[in-house]
């Protein structure tokens, strides 16, 4: 059993037999209600020989005759399938209907003449040399009818003189031929060019040749599909392995949404199948729209059973709803404001018998209106409301500025007290010991970077003093007739570590005090262009070791900005610095001068020799360098101190790197 339940297999035959059992059940129904209808099944006539040919081809003439009368009352002549072929002194006037534009199926196998007995104008779908004689051989026809002279001449029992009052509730129809004569007949050839006559006749002929069958089709397609829909009722929703019912994605849809999908999807396809009964389409394109259209029907039907099912089994029916969860959401919140009202803080509270005391008061001052005094008193108490919120606000919008002005930086900040009350107060209290202790934490930080800074200083004039002496030392000893081939090469390693250790001790003095700010800075005009010059001229010999060639792009025009000149040139210095150490040989080194009107970018571009394999971010930190290592030359407080001086004097330092290509920009206010 729990096998037969989980069985995919099974239930995919089920949903394909499913339309395949309607469809027969449709077509077994429909035969049981022609053959109650119409005799002529059980009869086994001949389709040309039964009344729904009969009533089909009557109308299919009605149709003609209301049309050629349209168009001799010069009603609607544009749209009409009329066209004039034939008009001169030797020749009545004839008008054809042309069925490839306008797309008159029906009556594509047909032949008619229309005659106006006033003035003798033919309007027919025949091209003929002599449609007199066409008139007379009418009656020769296999099927035919004619009306002339008042009365009706046809092989058609059921649409003779006699019978035809029958079709209407009256004879009124006949009043359309008045003043008009028809001769018609029925091309069987042609049959097949006309959806509805060759359609009908299939279906005809399937019910003449299978008119038992319904005795035994019907029952057995019922019990079928009962069956089918008990196992699908039971089955659905369960999964081979799994526990409980699977609810998908489309299971949790709003209900009444799906639904009113479903219908509408299916509400298009029943008007599609509808219209293809008028379509110029023939044959199997016909039958392939309506089983399309059939199919597609299903199967919106089918999902939504198939959803509805599951929802129901999986207890999620009701839940399933749009307005249930709308419903819901709402009960949550009216419950979440209870809540919040009976347990929550005090001025949730106090906000809540506020805002109810406001309400109740309102009505109660609301149903007084017919008082003078109720309108007074009503309008004195929205007043004083108002004036309450506006006080609350502004109290609240002190404490905002407060705060702010705390996020900003601002060391003294203060609230009083005395003119808050209730829980603003409270909250006054709160940002007044934040603000004391936030400048507290700035004296102390401020303490503690005087105190490194005083380290620093101190350490590195101790280390400065001894490494002086060995500087000297080194120098003396330079001097000396060496025989030793080796100690002269410990003495240049010694010479050049010793110069180095100098020049990361001055940097990192250097560092301190910028980024404390103990510098004293002498702003006044600096040329540019001549400070870049002549830096340029100073590196000339390093570039030249490293094979780098320099490509300056300056204006013509003198770029004049305020700086320090001592630190802005040691900004410069430390960039072109950097590209002797870290650019690759063989290469172009851009430096770049652009006056904006006002500002001054000095941009700076090299390919670095090693992978950088670090952020831009990372770079501008002290004691870091491009390549992670630390066995190049440098102390990786270049650039911190480029950015501090810069920074220190208004300016702004920014670097970028994209793949090998570092670009170091100075932006100075004009």
């Known amino acids: 059993m729990e096998k037969l339940k989980s069985s995919s297999l099974l239930r995919a035959i089920c949903y394909v037999a499913i339309p395949l059992l309607v469809l027969i059940l449709i077509v077994s129904i429909a035969h049981v209600s022609l053959v109650s209808k119409y005799g002529e099944v059980s009869e086994r006539k001949d389709y040309l020989q039964t009344e729904n040919f ?51 199926v029906t009556s594509k196998c047909m032949d008619y003449i229309i005659l106006d007995k006033e003035n003798g104008t033919i309007y027919t779908n025949m091209k003929s040399n002599d449609y007199q004689k066409e008139m007379q051989s009418m009656k020769d026809k296999k099927t035919y009818w004619n009306y002339t002279q ?15 009052k029958f079709l209407y509730s009256s004879s009124s129809s006949l009043e359309e031929f ?85 219908f509408t999807i299916i509400g298009i396809l029943c008007s599609i199948m509808l219209a293809s009964f008028e379509s110029s389409a023939m044959g199997n394109l016909i039958y392939s729209i309506w089983l399309l259209c059939y199919l597609g029907s299903y199967v919106s039907l089918a999902v939504l059973g198939i959803t509805t099912i599951k929802r129901i089994k999986a207890k999620e029916f009701w839940h399933s709803f749009l307005v249930y969860r709308i419903f819901r959401w709402v009960k949550r919140q009216i419950a979440k404001v209870v809540t919040k009202a009976i347990d929550g803080s ?36 929205w007043i004083w409301v108002y004036y309450q919120l506006l006080q609350y606000g502004k109290k609240m919008e002190t404490i905002q500025n407060a705060l702010k002005d705390i996020y900003e930086g601002k060391k ?62 080194v120098d003396l000893l330079k001097e000396e007739e060496l025989e030793n081939p080796k100690t002269k090469e410990y003495l240049v390693v010694l010479d050049k570590k010793s110069q180095q250790l100098k020049k990361l001790i001055e940097d990192l003095v250097e560092a301190s005090k910028v980024s404390s700010g103990n510098v004293k800075l002498k702003m006044e005009t600096i040329d540019l262009k001549e400070l870049l010059n002549q830096i340029r001229g100073e590196f000339e010999d390093r570039f030249e070791q490293r094979h780098l060639s320099i ?77 992670r290592s630390r066995y190049t030359e440098g102390s990786g407080l270049g650039l911190s101190i480029a950015q501090s001086l810069t920074e220190l004097q208004g300016g702004k330092f920014q670097i970028s790197i994209d793949g090998d290509l570092f670009k170091a920009e100075i932006i100075w206010k004009k």
């Open 346 to 381: 005090h001025m949730s509270k106090r906000i809540t018998f506020f805002y109810l005391g406001f309400v109740l008061l309102s009505i109660f001052l609301g149903l007084m209106l017919g008082s003078g005094i109720a309108i007074i008193l009503l309008l004195v108490f």
């Open 150 to 164: 008042g009365q009706i001449q046809t092989n058609m029992e059921s649409i003779n003189q006699d019978n035809i």
């Open 54 to 104: 009969a009533h089909l081809y009557y109308n299919t003439i009605l149709s003609n005759v209301l049309n050629v009368n349209s168009y001799r009352n010069n009603a609607n002549r544009r749209y009409s399938p009329y066209r004039e072929i034939q008009n001169d002194d030797n020749h009545q006037a004839i008008y054809y209907e042309d069925n490839s534009r306008y797309n008159s």
């Open 412 to 473: 003294e900040v203060y609230l009083n007290e005395e003119e808050l009350a209730g829980m603003l107060k409270r909250m006054a209290r709160y940002i007044n010991d934040i603000a004391g202790g936030f400048s507290n934490a700035i004296e102390e930080s401020l303490k503690s970077e005087r105190l490194k800074t005083e380290l620093i200083t101190n350490v590195s004039h101790d280390i400065k003093t001894p490494l002086t002496s060995i500087i000297n030392y």
């Open 551 to 627: 490509d300056m792009n300056l204006p013509k025009e003198d770029v004049k900005i305020q700086a320090d000149d001592r630190y802005f040139y040691r900004i410069i210095e430390n960039l072109f610095s950097n590209v002797t150490k870290y650019a690759m040989e063989h290469t172009r080194v851009y430096i770049e001068l652009v006056n904006t009107g006002y500002e001054i970018h000095l941009i700076m571009k090299n390919i670095s020799k090693e992978k950088l394999n670090i952020s831009a971010d990372e770079l501008m930190q002290r004691f870091v360098r491009g390549d």
């Open 178 to 262: 008045e003043e008009i004569e028809v001769y018609s007949s029925f091309n069987t050839k042609l049959m097949a060019t006309s959806a509805s006559f060759s359609m009908q006749q299939k279906i005809y002929d399937i019910f003449k040749d299978n008119r038992n069958a319904t005795a035994y089709l019907i029952p057995m397609t019922v019990i079928a599909l009962a069956v089918i829909f008990l196992y699908l009722c039971f089955s659905i929703g369960h999964q081979k392995g799994k526990e409980g019912i699977e609810l998908s994605s489309i299971d949790r849809f709003p209900y009444e949404i799906l639904v009113t999908i479903s």
